[in-house]
């Protein structure tokens, strides 16, 4: 009878081994991936704040002037060719 229950607290004990030992690999793998996604988030912290840097340099008012009268050869007009048009009466802006 003692040798059943030495038997089966061993069977119980090496259950439990099993387990610890798996829930410790699975808690490493998702360490792992943890630590993946933040080298991912950081990069993509990096890469939107190069991004915003090319989008405030392409959408300087300096620059987009050279490109429309270069590139596009577009010019101000002259102040005669202006007309101001006043709004409707009655109508909110």
């Not at 950081?42 to 405030?56: F, K, M």
């Not at 010019?75 to 006043?86: G, K």
């Amino acid at each position: 009878m003692r040798h059943k229950i030495n038997a089966a607290l061993a069977l119980v004990l090496l259950a439990c081994a099993i387990a610890v030992i798996s829930a410790r690999h699975q808690a490493r793998t998702l360490f792992v991936e943890l630590q993946a996604a933040q080298r991912e988030a950081r990069e993509l912290d990096i890469e939107w704040g190069r991004l915003l840097l090319e989008q405030s340099t392409w959408a300087m008012h300096s620059r987009i002037e050279v490109v429309a009268h270069h590139q596009l050869h577009m010019a101000a007009p002259d102040a005669t060719r202006i007309h101001l048009i006043a709004p409707a009466e009655g109508r909110q802006p």
